[in-house]
């Protein structure tokens, strides 16, 4: 079989080597297709293929329809709302993401980025500490956990809300359990955003919500720019002075946003929250393994078009 590993963004050399050793030692093909400049050489390079790994890039209906022999997607990573499901489904293609892999790279990240915004991007001038401060973990899947045991390493008083977790699963880490989303952001100082972007969710963390957090708050967003509602942000920051909001991803308005809110707003030149040879180690080998695993038992853990 050949397995294609598309990526705009590349993996660290060790990553790819890794995959390599593991693809061809179950007697599989490597091919690369890295650093692409025009999505055309995606297209053409997933023409012959049997199976793809892929980071945040778009796998559309176009990819799927110039794959004539894809068989299988690994999105080595999380969130798979790069992926086009339907169009996949449709043409039997098995998709699956890695889920955990590089959580831990996104968690450091986030409160990197929380010291950072504490520290007015390290401008001279007294800033602030996280220590006990009030951490608010909107949704509490692999990366919030991290997060939240992190903060508590900081002296942070930890918060959470997630409806799709039990409640003693999150309070047996020692994280207090709100409600409501309206407690969460009423409650908390520092925000750590995590919920996915689907239908549900997009543009859902708006002025209501922003404009109940405590004098002082910051939004830290390692999850995906569309769960903000961009115009309401602008909003709501020029409103409440005292907000902040960091971003692992450029907002569509980022230039509004850093014109008008200097130092109150910071963006990632570049998704930054995977980008470590941990995360990429860990997220390409699972992606190589799982593809190599389907391919050999039939084996479908993980699938996310089920
Ligand atoms: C994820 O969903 O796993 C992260 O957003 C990482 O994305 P990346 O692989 O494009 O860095």
């Known amino acids: 079989m050949k397995v294609l590993v598309a990526t705009d963004k590349p993996f ?3 990553a790819v080597d890794g995959i390599r050793a593991v693809v061809e030692q179950a007697g599989h093909e490597l091919v690369l297709c890295e650093k692409y400049t025009d999505v055309s050489d995606f297209h053409k390079a997933v023409a012959d293929v049997d199976a793809l790994i892929v980071r945040s890039d778009k796998v559309d209906a176009a990819v799927v329809d110039a794959a004539k022999n894809l068989k299988i997607v690994v999105r080595a990573g999380a969130g798979f709302d790069n992926l086009d499901l339907a169009a996949c489904t449709a043409k039997g293609i098995v998709c699956m993401n890695t889920p955990g892999q590089n959580s831990n790279a996104v968690a450091e990240l986030a409160l990197g980025m929380m010291v950072y915004m504490a520290r007015n991007c390290f401008q001279p001038g007294a800033g602030t500490e ?8 909107h949704a509490y899947g692999n990366v919030g956990r991290l997060v939240a045991m992190i903060g508590k390493g900081f002296g942070m008083e930890v918060y959470a809300f997630d409806p799709f977790v039990k409640a003693e699963a999150i ?8 409600n409501s989303v309206e407690e969460l952001y009423s409650t908390c100082h520092y925000i750590s955003l995590h919920i996915p972007a689907n239908d549900k969710t997009k543009k859902s963390i708006g002025y209501e919500l922003l404009s109940k957090m405590p004098k002082g708050g910051c939004l ?4 995906r720019k569309e769960v903000i509602h961009e115009e309401e942000l602008v909003k709501v920051l020029t409103e409440r002075t005292d907000l902040k909001y960091a971003t692992d991803i450029e907002a569509g308005n980022q230039a509004e946003l850093n014109e008008k809110f200097g130092i109150r707003v910071f963006a990632t030149p570049k998704k930054m929250g995977a980008e470590t040879a941990e995360a990429n180690i860990n997220a390409g080998l699972a992606a190589a393994n799982q593809i190599c695993k389907f391919f050999a038992t039939g084996d479908t853990t993980f699938q996310v078009n089920k």
């Open 12 to 14: 660290a050399k060790v």
């Open 130 to 137: 996280l220590k006990g401060k009030k951490l608010g973990i």
């Open 171 to 178: 309070q047996a880490d020692g994280v207090n359990v709100l």
């Open 220 to 223: 830290v967003n390692t999850a």
